[in-house]
Nanobody, 123 residues
Framework: QLQLVESGGGLVKPGGSLRLSCAAS????????IGWFRQAPGKEREGVLC????????NYADAVKGRFTGSRDNAKNTAYLQMNSLKPGDTAVYYC????????????????WGQGTQVTVSS
């Protein structure tokens, strides 16, 4: 069974950058589509972007276009979310999810989910 662990979150100043990792174990990540999501306090979880098995970025949220990029290294069984030009509005817990053949949805019960990593953007 696939297990996912996010890391790389933390406190960053506005305009800064972070790279989140989503490390997989228990199975090869190569055949899964990766979704990145975030949930801010008091808000519903929202999709950030989706990364196909070949590394194509899909389904960008408008709020992150031009600033966030998803990638993956199937040899390392790890996916990444590079976040640049961070804003206070990006503060949230960030999750990765994996599902075969399609982008996971934000409430996808057929996807594997990580536990989340906190990103705080503040001066």
């Amino acid at each position: 069974q696939l297990q996912l662990v996010e890391s790389g979150g933390g406190l960053v100043k506005p305009g800064g950058s972070l790279r989140l990792s989503c490390a997989a174990s228990g199975s090869s990540l190569g055949s899964y589509v990766i979704g990145w999501f975030r949930q801010a306090p008091g808000k519903e979880r929202e999709g950030v972007l989706c990364v196909s098995s070949s590394g194509l970025n899909l389904n960008y949220a408008d709020a992150v276009k031009g600033r966030f990029t998803g990638s993956r290294d199937n040899a390392k069984n790890t996916a990444y979310l590079q976040m640049n030009s961070l804003k206070p509005g990006d503060t949230a817990v960030y999750y990765c999810a994996a599902r075969r053949f399609q982008c996971p949805s934000r409430t996808d019960q057929n996807a594997y989910w990580g536990q989340g990593t906190q990103v705080t953007v503040s001066s």
